[in-house]
């Protein structure tokens, strides 16, 4: 067993003892607003959601596809703040019994001074943080926040990653690591198949964390062909897609079509 | 990643993990190239024979006589093939491509000099080529979108954020982590994550380089001062990086006033107060930006003025006062360019332009044996349209309107 064991690692692992996959879904904070936000996680839990990854949405979101980008640039048009971000991520904290993660761009917790970002992640029960702009070599503050608070940063495996590079990020994370599953930003379409399932297996091996996938999962289908491989199927793009196409109400119903 | 790249607390890579071994293998060619003098040479004459290094140095004869004080000589960097300076960076990241063996480049523009610039490269070396372009500034530059698709390359109008400079950097991003294997990023200014800022500032080098021998030839003695328009920096970066050991030469970056202080009215991230330090496009630096770290609308007259950060190195020399910093406000901007067309025949682009303004309002409290050098970093060809609205030219408003008959008559005869 490594070292840094975390309450999110810990999370994942006893649900893990039930289901052969866990799943992960994406929300933009304060898209369409704040009150939808709330809603759509209160129906994502009642489906069947593991964990939640909430996005405190930023101008400048370089790694996303066109559909979480609009949902970033939306929700700031219509007056999100980190403040108001943080105060509804407490109130999703306490009424759920899911971990939470903050995913966010670097700048974000820049100007709210990491200490203090860390410190509130803490305070309000968010269990750990992606941050995609944040290679571990310009991280060392905001690591050992993390550690101390014995939070989990959760860095990106690619397919572009080296293993000595993958050994490198695992070291530097913990509760989970983050595979993405193909090049490209988030919200296009991946192909599930055989060039995955050895990227997935290299991952595998070099680290002990629990894997989740994501960047394209959007079907049972592609559950079912990742489970057994991995311990988590994370969903993004498609459900703000689903809620954009047939309204809030329809996202409890996609959900259930994916963890029957 | 190294941990490298910074100036001060200001650089960095802040890059997505799967561009990390792009990053590697583009910094690893890079000083490769640096060591290796044959590519310096190879650079030099393909700038001489495809270009027009070295760019002139001419003397504002009439306006020196007619403001008093310092005389004023100009940097020609407008007499690069393209018109601007952007050709100095193009072409030495055009050979590194080739180095690398890759097949495909894409850039982002404001003004879009730097996609015209990037779009030759791309016709001279066989690339293929995708150009990102805020839809503003498509909108207030169609000639060079034009020049661009007839060079060959695919413009894609950026329809997100404030639709200019940023917005085309972040799209020109979403491509390369989707497209790295064949394609380099062709960043067009001393901005974006290490080694950019310092890439760049090598290739716009030879501006500096050429400068400060041409004065000493032509004058025996350096100026007193250097002025440089800065959007991201890199025409700035080029000319002073001639003058860096120079104690006595006083380096001025000049900024985009807009409309004056206050958010959204301008682009001046180092002379105003308006901009604090934050972490965005891969890189740290002074942004224009809100207390929660969003970005915030910019404005200029000049769409290559128009963004919302600064070259980390720039940053830098502010804080340890090795560059001054001004801002000219939009309509002083004009008039300094129109004063330049009428008086000496020069055509400065609305970005250069800038650096006259400020020159000119400094020159006249100088002494006369004092000289001043401004960066003329490009031609304002490309900025008919908004000069010609600037200056209401009622000529140019009936050519247009003649004009845009006759295509709506050749469309009903159609």
């Not at chain 1, 810990?10 to 992960?24: C, G």
């Not at chain 2, 990102?132 to 894609?156: C, L, S």
């Not at chain 2, 760049?200 to 021998?213: D, L, M, N, P, Y």
């Not at chain 2, 934050?278 to 404005?299: I, S």
Request: aromatic share 8%; with cysteine.
């Amino acid at each position: 067993m490594h070292e840094r064991v975390t309450a999110l690692e810990l999370a994942i692992k006893k649900a893990r003892e039930k289901k052969d996959i866990l799943l992960m879904t994406h929300i933009v904070l304060g898209y369409p607003n704040f009150d939808d936000s709330l809603r759509v996680v209160e129906d994502m839990v009642n489906a069947g959601v593991d964990l939640m990854e909430l996005q405190i949405p930023f101008s400048e979101p370089m790694a996303d596809g066109p559909v979480i980008l609009k949902a970033n640039a939306e929700a700031l048009k219509r007056g999100a703040t980190v403040e108001k971000s943080f105060e509804v991520a407490e109130r999703l904290t306490r009424e759920f019994d899911i971990p939470f993660l903050f995913m966010t761009y670097y700048n974000i917790l820049y100007c709210q001074g990491i200490q203090t970002f860390v410190d509130r992640c803490k305070a309000i029960g968010i269990q750990g943080c992606i941050v995609p702009d944040l290679p571990p070599s310009e991280g060392e503050e905001y690591l050992d926040a993390m550690h101390a608070a014995e939070l989990s940063p959760v860095h990106i495996f690619t397919p572009n990653t080296p293993e000595s590079r993958m050994r490198h990020l695992s070291d530097n994370s913990s509760g989970m690591i983050y595979c993405v599953a193909r090049k490209g930003v988030t919200g296009k379409d991946t192909a599930f198949s055989e060039d995955i399932t050895n990227y997935l297996s290299l991952c595998k091996n070099t680290t002990e964390l629990p894997l989740a996938v994501g960047f394209g999962v959007k079907s049972k289908e592609d559950i079912d062909y990742l489970r057994g491989k991995v311990d988590i199927a994370v969903v993004g793009s498609e459900t703000i897609r689903v809620m954009e196409r047939d309204g809030v109400g329809a996202v409890k119903g996609f959900i259930e079509t994916l963890v029957t | 990643m190294k941990n490298s790249g910074y100036y001060s607390q200001f650089g960095g890579a802040f890059i997505p993990e799967i561009l990390v071994p792009t990053f590697d293998e583009l910094e690893s060619a890079y000083l490769t190239a640096r060591e290796d003098e044959s590519f310096w040479q190879e650079y030099l004459d393909i700038m001489s024979t495809y270009s027009c290094r070295a760019t002139p140095i001419s003397r504002l004869d009439n306006l020196t006589e007619q403001l008093g004080g310092a005389a004023i000589y100009v940097k020609r960097e407008d007499l690069n093939h393209t018109g601007a300076h952007k050709a100095n960076n193009v072409m030495g990241q055009g050979l590194l491509t080739k180095r690398m063996g890759k097949k495909r480049v894409i850039a982002e523009t404001g003004a879009g000099q730097h996609g015209v610039a990037t779009a030759t490269m791309a016709a001279k070396f066989g690339f293929d080529c995708t150009i990102y372009m805020g839809a503003h500034d498509v909108a207030r530059q169609r000639p060079n979108v034009f020049w661009m698709e007839q060079m060959g390359a695919t413009v894609v109008a950026v329809t997100e954020g404030s639709q200019t400079l940023k917005d085309a950097i972040n799209e020109a991003f979403r491509d390369w982590v989707s497209n790295m294997d064949d394609t380099h990023y062709v960043l067009g200014t001393a901005c974006g994550p290490h080694p950019f800022p310092e890439m760049v500032t090598w290739f716009q080098s030879v501006i500096g380089t050429e400068a400060r021998a041409q004065m000493l030839e032509r004058n025996g003695k350096l100026p007193s001062r250097v002025y440089a328009c800065v959007g991201g920096g890199s025409n700035a970066m080029g000319i002073f990086s001639g003058f860096f050991d120079d104690k006595d030469v006083e380096l001025v970056g000049v900024e985009a006033g807009g409309r004056g202080r206050g958010p959204g009215q301008h682009a001046a991230r180092l002379a105003y107060d308006d901009a604090t330090i934050g972490v965005a496009q891969g890189y740290k630096t002074y942004f224009l930006q809100d207390r929660d770290g969003q970005m915030q609308d910019t404005h200029s007259v000049s769409a290559g003025l128009d963004y919302v950060g600064v070259s980390p190195i720039l940053s830098y020399l502010h804080e340890s006062e090795q560059v001054r910093f001004e801002a000219a406000s939009d309509v002083d901007v004009v008039a300094a360019m129109q004063k330049t067309v009428r008086n000496e025949g020069l055509i400065p682009a609305l970005e250069s332009s800038h650096a006259f303004a400020q020159a000119y309002a400094e020159a006249p409290g100088m002494s006369p044996d004092e000289d001043i050098l401004i960066n003329m970093s490009g031609r304002a060809d490309k900025d008919i349209f908004t000069v010609a609205d600037a200056v209401d030219d009622p000529k140019w408003r009936q050519f247009i309107i003649d004009k845009a008959k006759a295509y709506s008559e050749d469309m009903n005869n159609a």
